[in-house]
């Protein structure tokens, strides 16, 4: 089973910083927090991941809480091509583990 | 970046037929990849983890006899969906990992699969 939770769906305006939260209260100590998005039809897509600080990149920004329980990937401008399907998973990075995907969250960008 | 290319990205087979799922890793080697399943405005659902040189290790509830996995090189697996079945239609997405890379999986395009 996903050992995370995430809101069903979310709108956002053009333009606008997208706020994606995930709980994932049972990570244990060796798990990163994973993000991918998968576009309609497509492969998913590696965004972001982080262990406990918060990390940026080109894409997006990826806060998490000190406790590790929560996090939130930020998309600081979001553009109708952001619209996708976003997943939060929990992970250990250096191995190949199988990765079990939740039902994540359907973000809706509108003009 | 790593990349997983996967063919064919859309296949129409009838009832009976079998089909063939290529994924390969084109930058990198990749002794595990991973084989999932989604249906309409679902999840991805893990299929099989395929090992190269190995047997592949089924998820519960997946038949092996009908989705028969091969990984006979470290780029290559490849997803046989046998005597294919109405029912059997989907999209396939394989995924890779770059070993000792701790920047996450790499998905092929998926496979859309029609069986009429």
């Known amino acids: 089973d996903a050992k995370t939770t995430q809101p069903t769906s979310m709108d956002c305006a053009e333009g606008r910083a997208a706020n994606l939260p995930c709980n994932h209260s049972t990570i244990s100590g060796n798990e990163y927090v994973y993000w991918y998005r998968q576009i309609h039809s497509q492969g998913p897509q590696y965004i972001i991941h982080?262990?406990?600080n918060n990390e940026t990149n080109e894409m997006a920004s990826l806060i998490i809480t000190e406790d590790r329980k929560s996090s939130t990937l930020i998309l600081p401008h979001a553009t109708l091509r952001d619209t996708a399907v976003y997943y939060c998973?929990?992970?250990?990075?250096?191995?190949?583990?199988?990765?079990?995907f939740g039902t994540g969250t359907r973000l809706q960008v509108f003009p | 970046g790593a990349v997983v290319s996967q063919h064919p990205s859309r296949v129409i087979c009838k009832s009976g037929t079998s089909v063939k799922i290529e994924c390969r890793s084109l930058d990198f080697q990749a002794t595990t990849m991973f084989w999932y399943r989604q249906f309409p405005k679902k999840s991805l659902m893990l299929m099989a983890t395929?090992?190269?040189?190995?047997?592949?290790?089924?998820e519960q509830g997946v038949e092996k006899d009908k989705f028969l996995i091969n990984h006979a090189s470290l780029t290559l697996s490849t997803l046989t969906v046998t005597s294919a079945h109405p029912e059997d239609s989907s999209f396939y997405i394989c995924s890779a990992r770059e070993q000792g890379s701790p920047y996450g999986y790499t998905f092929g395009s998926g496979t859309r699969l029609t069986v009429v």
């Open positions: 395929s090992n190269e040189g190995s047997k592949a290790t089924y």
């Open positions: 998973i929990v992970s250990p990075p250096f191995n190949t583990d199988k990765l079990i």
């Open positions: 982080g262990l406990k």
